[in-house]
């Protein structure tokens, strides 16, 4: 019996080392390929979660690549950021998504909770070191155990069907993140929905973490001597994202001052280029990501006070009557 044991040990050592051997000669295989490279004329790239990932159709956009992601927090921003940056020299400037809703404690859920660890493990897998794999396991480690193996087999699949198919993560960016084309809007439905919640400013627990992982994206932009500008765009005047507004200014303040920083908030959308209160569907976007490029071509990214001149575009923007303001009190239920 002890025989037995002990050779189902050594069987079961010899398969895991194979395993992981068989893994990282698939990575080697990936790091020597055009994986992680974008096109020459990507300059600008955009990173966030769902709300920059249904806003900015980078179709429409020139030079420009989506890497936005749906529930992503900054620790696996900082991942893709750690490994895109450095092999992409071309990019110029980064910006990245800071929203409402990112400094709030319950997104530390996002990085290992029970629904967005198998989803995340086997896509970052690649890109993780000890620390990373240590703060999964440490948070979460009956979910990790269950998915590792898992994911080094997912990988394994995958990074040698890439190889062979010479695939790179733009072409196939719904890995990593991309433009998500929502066709419908709800807005008006919610609003005259009886559960309708408005909300009231509170105060919100604070996830440090996450706001580490964004400094964190940050200093390797710079690092690597991109211009990084932080962004929120924009959400329904309805969404109960915003109620914790003092404190997400506050945190602006005091740990993003020297960061150059644009607010979309005021952008007049009407409903029905909102999918739902924080989204926007496929026509806002359009309008959004139409209007961004031209801000571009403007010379955005040159001037100095730059919220200054996205201000007074959008204040053209109202004046020509072309996009009404959002939330105005006249689409409101009992108005």
């Given at each position: 019996m002890k025989r037995f044991i002990k050779s189902a040990i050594y069987f079961f050592i010899s398969f895991i080392l194979i395993l992981l051997v068989i893994y990282l000669i698939g990575i080697y295989g990936i790091e020597a390929t055009s994986y992680y490279k974008l096109p020459n004329d990507t300059k600008y790239v955009v990173f966030g979660d769902s709300h920059s990932e249904c806003a900015f159709n980078d179709s429409l956009i020139d030079n420009f690549a989506n890497f936005a992601n749906s529930g992503e927090a900054f620790f696996y921003t900082y991942l893709k950021a750690r490994k895109l940056i450095p092999k992409n020299k071309q990019i110029e400037v980064v910006f990245i998504e800071y929203s409402n809703?990112?400094?709030?404690?319950?997104?530390?859920?996002w990085i290992w909770d029970d629904v967005y660890l198998p989803i995340r493990l086997p896509t970052y897998l690649p890109l993780m070191d000890y620390s990373d794999l240590r703060l999964l396991m440490d948070n979460n480690p009956n979910m990790f155990r269950n998915q590792i193996v898992k994911s080094v087999l997912k990988n394994i699949s995958y990074n040698y069907r890439t190889i062979a198919f010479k695939r790179n993560c733009l072409k196939n960016s719904i890995r990593f993140g991309g433009y998500f084309f929502r066709t419908k809007s709800v807005v008006d439905s919610l609003i005259l929905s009886p559960n309708?919640?408005?909300?009231?400013?509170?105060?919100?627990?604070?996830?440090?973490?996450?706001?580490?992982?964004?400094?964190?994206?940050?200093?390797?932009?710079?690092?690597?001597?991109?211009?990084?500008?932080?962004i929120r765009p924009p959400v329904h005047i309805m969404s109960v994202s915003l109620n914790n507004d003092d404190e997400y200014k506050r945190i602006l303040i005091n740990r993003f001052r020297n960061i150059d920083y644009i607010d979309f908030q005021n952008y007049p959308l009407k409903n029905i280029g909102f999918y739902d209160f924080d989204h926007l569907n496929s026509y806002g976007a359009t309008e959004f990501s139409i209007w961004f490029n031209i801000l571009i071509s403007k010379g955005l990214l040159e001037v100095t006070e730059k919220q200054s001149f996205v201000n007074e575009e959008i204040k053209y923007e109202r004046t020509t009557a072309k996009y009404p303001q959002v939330g105005q009190l006249t689409s409101l239920k009992g108005n």
């Open positions: 809703n990112q400094i709030t404690k319950e997104i530390d859920n309708v919640k408005l909300g009231k400013k509170n105060h919100q627990t604070i996830s440090k973490l996450n706001i580490k992982y964004l400094e964190k994206t940050i200093k390797l932009c710079e690092k690597y001597n991109k211009q990084v500008i932080l």
